[in-house]
């Protein structure tokens, strides 16, 4: 049987396997990278095949994943060189159109783009698929598969990869939750009941709305009573600039993604 092979043995590589691993995922998963503790490490944590050698890797393949950062993913395809075979890949480098891609390892290859969580080890993930339109459907499934053991899967338009990646990671909630528990420490909340009273604010409400069918703008005049608490909080929010800042700083994650591309 052809193996799950990775292209690299980083964070995200690493919770892939763990969501893998979770969902008892059947087919064989082998890791390729060049640091040899990585690929120990894995082996060890998530009973992986490692391999050394980048071309036994690729040779090993049914389906490949390359998970690089963008600015090694060139390197990395060029040192493939050739493929004489039909290889179905994945590449998870952010920003990097499939155009490029298959510019620089073209057929056999068959190429799509996928922008997993790293919430995807807990199988609570969510990831992004970008397919060219010339892709047959039973490679669109076979990737799609795999991903929908670790979470949920949405087909994203291309051209809107680079704002959907700016848009899902989790880095958000994480970086809201810390920013609420300080912010109500500082004014006087003991730490343990800041972190337990901002997780549930942002973790446990949004479930609800993800698991009911009550319409968000409900939800939201549902908890931010007028005259309230809430709606004063959400109020001075909205006139201090929140939507504009989250829209800066969305912009400036696309634009990083772009300038990543461009840089190869």
């Known amino acids: 049987m052809k193996a799950t092979v990775?292209?690299?043995?980083?964070?995200?590589?690493?919770?892939?396997?763990?969501?893998?691993?979770?969902?008892?995922?059947?087919?064989?998963?082998?890791?390729?990278?060049?640091?040899?503790?990585?690929?120990?490490?894995?082996?060890?944590?998530?009973?992986?095949?490692?391999?050394p050698c980048l071309s036994r890797a690729v040779a090993r393949a049914g389906l490949l994943i390359v998970a690089v950062r963008p600015n090694s993913i060139m390197g990395l395809l060029r040192q493939v060189g050739e493929v004489n075979r039909p290889l179905l890949a994945v590449s998870l480098a952010a920003g990097m159109p499939l155009s490029k891609l298959r510019k620089t390892l073209g057929p056999p290859v068959r190429w799509a783009r996928a922008m997993p969580s790293p919430v995807c080890r807990t199988g609570r993930g969510l990831t992004g698929l970008a397919f060219s339109g010339l892709l047959p459907t039973s490679d669109r499934r076979a990737v799609t598969r795999l991903f929908a053991a670790v979470?949920?899967?949405?087909?994203?338009?291309?051209?809107?990869?680079?704002?959907?990646?700016?848009?899902?990671?989790?880095?958000?909630?994480?970086?809201?939750?810390?920013?609420?528990?300080?912010?109500?420490?500082?004014?006087?909340?003991?730490?343990?009941?800041?972190?337990?009273?901002?997780?549930?604010?942002?973790?446990?409400?949004?479930?609800?709305?993800?698991?009911?069918?009550?319409?968000?703008?409900?939800?939201i005049q549902e908890a931010a009573t007028p005259g309230g608490i809430a709606a004063a909080v959400i109020t001075t929010m909205d006139k201090s600039g929140y939507a504009r800042l989250v829209e800066k700083s969305l912009r400036a994650g696309v634009a990083r993604?772009?300038?990543?591309?461009?840089?190869?």
Do not use: C, M
């Not at 995922?25 to 992986?48: S, T």
């Not at 700016?166 to 970086?175: E, K, L």
């Not at 993604?257 to 190869?264: E, F, I, L, P």
């Open 6 to 51: 990775f292209l690299g043995a980083g964070r995200i590589t690493a919770a892939l396997i763990a969501g893998l691993r979770l969902a008892n995922y059947a087919n064989p998963i082998l890791v390729h990278d060049r640091h040899a503790e990585k690929l120990e490490e894995l082996g060890k944590l998530y009973r992986v095949t490692a391999e």
């Open 151 to 219: 979470g949920a899967v949405l087909e994203v338009p291309e051209a809107q990869f680079d704002i959907f990646t700016s848009t899902y990671s989790s880095s958000h909630g994480y970086h809201d939750l810390a920013t609420l528990a300080h912010v109500a420490e500082k004014i006087g909340l003991d730490r343990r009941i800041a972190l337990a009273a901002a997780a549930h604010a942002l973790a446990d409400g949004i479930l609800s709305w993800r698991e009911g069918r009550v319409p968000l703008d409900e939800l």
């Open 257 to 264: 993604a772009r300038a990543n591309a461009k840089a190869q």
